[in-house]
Nanobody, 115 residues
Framework: QAQLVESGGGLVQPGGSLRLSCAAS????????MAWYRQAPGNQRELVAS???????TYTDSVKGRFTISRDNAKNTVFLQVNSLKPEDTALYYC?????????WGRGTRITVSS
């Protein structure tokens, strides 16, 4: 049974940093493209960053230069380093795993950016 478990969210001041983790189990992790999405209150879920099974990365424009996605295939884990946080980064951050027609979601970890 596939499971994605996010961690690392929290309350942080503007300009602060966090490191999100997503531990995957029940899937052949190396086959999956991994991604982080976020959803702020009243907004649709949006793609923040993705990393393919081969390690290629993409970012939405609003986080380029501030967020970094990475993966550790030995630990079946994907990370999102979030720096220079802004209040508009406040959201529930979800991990996603995708391979062909299969897609799985975690339950999310919340980032709140506030002074």
């Amino acid at each position: 049974q596939a499971q994605l478990v996010e961690s690392g969210g929290g309350l942080v001041q503007p300009g602060g940093s966090l490191r999100l983790s997503c531990a995957a189990s029940g899937i052949t992790f190396t086959l999956y493209d991994m991604a982080w999405y976020r959803q702020a209150p009243g907004n649709q879920r949006e793609l923040v960053a993705s990393i393919t099974s081969g390690g290629q990365t993409t970012y939405t424009d609003s986080v380029k230069g501030r967020f970094t996605i990475s993966r550790d295939n030995a630990k079946n884990t994907v990370f999102l380093q979030v720096n220079s946080l802004k209040p508009e980064d406040t959201a529930l951050y979800y991990c996603n795993a995708a391979f062909r027609y299969l897609t799985y979601w975690g339950r999310g970890t919340r980032i709140t950016v506030s002074s």
